[in-house]
Nanobody
Framework: QVQLVESGGGLVQPGGSLRLSCAAS????????MRWYRQAPGKERELVATIRSGGSTNYADSVKGRFTISRDNAKNTVYLEMNSLKPEDTAVYYCNAEIAIVGGPNFYSYWGQGTKVTVSS
């Protein structure tokens, strides 16, 4: 009933920029926090950034000052603006959202399918 679809990944040179998008669709009543995670080859998935319904944000230390998370509540979409990219940012990026569907009181965690970001010269 709910889908999260990411887009915007690709190959970029060190120092470059990318903007990821994640659109939620379906029978959505409300969305609380939206997050971006990433998983590099051979590593565990890590939390990159969080934005709550009120707009407050948190970032992993490794991306502070370089990445910006934002959301468009009217479009049920979360964005991740990534600047000054480094090879160590190479990973599959996943969005996650806490969503309550129409007719249901509870919030559940939903995941997108992931979009690959490669930072290489």
């Amino acid at each position: 009933q709910v889908q999260l679809v990411e887009s915007g990944g690709g190959l970029v040179q060190p120092g470059g920029s990318l903007r990821l998008s994640c659109a939620a669709s379906g029978s959505i009543f409300s969305i609380k926090a939206m997050r971006w995670y990433r998983q590099a080859p051979g590593k565990e998935r890590e939390l990159v950034a969080t934005i709550r319904s009120g707009g407050s944000t948190n970032y992993a230390d490794s991306v502070k000052g370089r990445f910006t998370i934002s959301r468009d509540n009217a479009k049920n979409t979360v964005y991740l603006e990534m600047n000054s990219l480094k090879p160590e940012d190479t990973a599959v990026y996943y969005c996650n959202a806490e969503i309550a569907i129409v007719g249901g009181p509870n919030f559940y965690s939903y995941w997108g399918q992931g979009t690959k970001v490669t930072v290489s010269s």
